[in-house]
Structure formats: structure tokens, C-alpha cells
């Protein structure tokens, strides 16, 4: 019993610092991007650079065989979790902003139970019926009012896309986590993912446009960061998490994702890392990302997490 409870804790860490380290990325990032690699392009050295580093780590693990019946929901995963949630997320981030990106996922775990009740049949009660109504009202006034341009409302537009994409990967890799080792599950997701990214035919003529030549070494450490933290650590950490949580206990942690946001905004500006997008914290935003939260909280109600 107490072994069990050491793993939740430690799930809990790891995706408690998966937001962390997301929360710095989108400030981050959004620096590389549109100057100096295309969204595209940006994802293409994400996705490669981490499906090489697991690679790299596979033969440790034991009990790497996958059965024939997993690869299509492994093939899902690789769509869902990795090709469509980080197309979306990249250029939903290149149009809108760093403080949007942080609310906007905050909707992932009214997602999950919406996925949930359509597609496990699980019982959703009047009051997550209001929360799940409140959470998409906030979202819908943060991207409708909430944005000065079209192109800024296109990429939240994006941001939903992506929140609900990741949603959908957290139902469908949750099987795969209980019969498989963690790593041998990322492993698979990021190589299909791969596949389905370089079959995306956009992504060769950004490529035919990108000049590595005028990359600064600062853009550099920020594109080491994504592929290594952002992309590698991450999924690694999410994956060791809903190895012992639920697929909806761990898109709780998403809650603490624009905190992080707000924090590494001021904090990147003050020290020079990124521009100041502290302009964009605005008091609306606020008050709508605290829309968003009670109704994931009003959501989520008294749901049990150690069920799967």
C-alpha cells in the first residue's frame, strides 16, 4: 500500500513538471518562431530529434515487444499525441500568444470527460454538465473577444484543435500504459508520429525556406530546450504518470499550466530570454482563465481517479 502510494506521488511530480516545463516553453518558443524556423519545420526538429533520443535509451528497457493487435491504437497515439497535437499547438502559438496557449489547455480535462462520456460511457452528472457548459463559454469569449486580429482568433482556434487532439491521445495511450512499459509506449507513439509528420506535405516547402545559416546560438538553446524538454522529457514524464493516475487526474495538472505561463513571462522578460509578452496578461484574461478553471473544477466533481 505504501509502495503504491510513493508511485502516485512521484506520478504526481512528473506531471506536475510536464506543466512546468510546458509553461516555459510557450514563452520560449514562441521566440524561434515565425523568424527564424516555421511552425512546421519547428515540430519536424521536435519530433525527430525525440524519437531518436528514445531510441537511443530503447534496448535498457525490457519487454519492448508489442503485440500486432496494440499497433493501430499505437498508430492513433503516434496521429493524435504527437502529429495533429503539436501541428495544432505550433501554429495555433505562432498566431496567438503565449497566455492564451496556457488557457486554452486548461480546457483539457473538461475534454476528457466529454471524450469520456461519448466514447467509455461514463456517467457525467447536472453539475459537470454546468461545468463542462461554463469551461467552453470562457473559451468561447477568450476566443472571440478576447483577440485583437482573425489571424490571432485562427490560432486559438488552433489551441482548441490541439487540447482536444491531446484529450483524445490521453484516452487512447491510457490502455497501452497498463500493459507496456512507459518507454516502449513513447517509443512507438513519436516513431509513428513520425511517419505521419513526414507525410504532411507542407512541411517540404518550409523546409526549402529555412536558413539554419542565420540561427543565432540563443535560438539554438531554445530549440535544444523544446526537443529535449518540451518534447522528450515531457512525454516521457506524462506517459511515467498515467502509468499510475487516470487519464483524467493527469489532465488535472493543467490547471497550474497558465500559472506557469504568467510566472515564466515575467520572468524571461526581466532577464532578457524572450520578448515581453507581459502586455498580453490582461485582467479580462484573468477573469476568464478563472471562468475556465471552475468549470474544470465543477467538471471533474468527486470523479474517482484511481479508475481508469
Not at 104 to 130: C, D, G, H, T, Y
Not at 228 to 255: H, R
Request: glycine share 8%.
Amino acid at each position: 500500500m505504501e509502495v503504491s502510494k510513493n508511485r502516485e506521488q512521484w506520478a504526481a511530480f512528473a506531471l506536475l513538471m510536464v506543466n512546468l516545463i510546458y509553461g516555459a516553453s510557450h514563452v520560449l518558443a514562441k521566440g524561434v518562431m515565425p523568424v527564424y524556423l516555421s511552425p512546421t519545420v519547428f515540430i519536424l526538429f521536435r519530433v525527430v530529434g525525440a524519437v531518436l533520443l528514445f531510441w537511443m535509451i530503447f534496448p535498457f528497457v525490457k519487454g519492448g515487444l508489442i503485440s500486432k493487435s496494440d499497433l493501430l491504437r499505437l498508430a492513433a497515439c503516434g496521429l493524435f499525441g504527437v502529429t495533429v497535437n503539436q501541428l495544432l499547438f505550433f501554429h495555433g502559438l505562432n498566431a496567438s500568444s503565449p497566455m492564451n496557449a496556457g488557457i486554452i489547455m486548461a480546457l483539457n480535462p473538461i475534454m476528457v470527460a466529454v471524450l469520456s462520456f461519448f466514447w467509455l460511457k461514463e456517467r457525467l452528472i447536472r453539475k459537470q454538465w454546468l461545468g463542462i457548459s461554463i469551461g467552453a463559454t470562457g473559451a468561447i469569449v477568450l476566443t472571440t473577444y478576447g483577440t485583437n486580429t482573425v489571424q490571432a482568433q485562427l490560432g486559438d482556434f488552433y489551441l482548441i484543435g490541439n487540447s482536444l487532439s491531446y484529450a483524445v491521445y490521453l484516452i487512447l495511450v491510457k490502455p497501452l500504459m497498463q500493459k507496456y512499459h512507459p518507454l516502449v509506449v513513447i517509443t512507438w507513439v513519436f516513431t509513428f508520429g513520425t511517419f505521419f509528420l513526414l507525410a504532411f506535405p507542407p512541411l517540404y516547402g518550409d523546409l526549402e525556406q529555412t536558413n539554419l545559416d542565420v540561427i543565432p546560438w540563443d535560438i539554438w538553446l531554445k530549440i535544444i530546450y523544446v526537443v529535449v524538454g518540451v518534447t522528450f522529457l515531457t512525454y516521457l514524464l506524462t506517459v511515467v504518470g498515467l502509468k499510475y493516475v487516470s487519464s483524467t487526474a493527469a489532465s488535472v495538472f493543467i490547471y497550474v499550466q497558465p500559472i506557469f505561463v504568467i510566472t515564466f513571462s515575467y520572468l524571461f522578460a526581466l532577464i532578457g530570454w524572450s520578448a515581453d509578452y507581459t502586455n498580453q496578461i490582461t485582467t479580462s484574461k484573468l477573469v476568464l482563465m478563472a471562468l475556465i478553471f471552475y468549470g474544470v473544477h465543477l467538471t471533474l466533481g468527486k470523479r474517482n481517479f484511481d479508475k481508469n
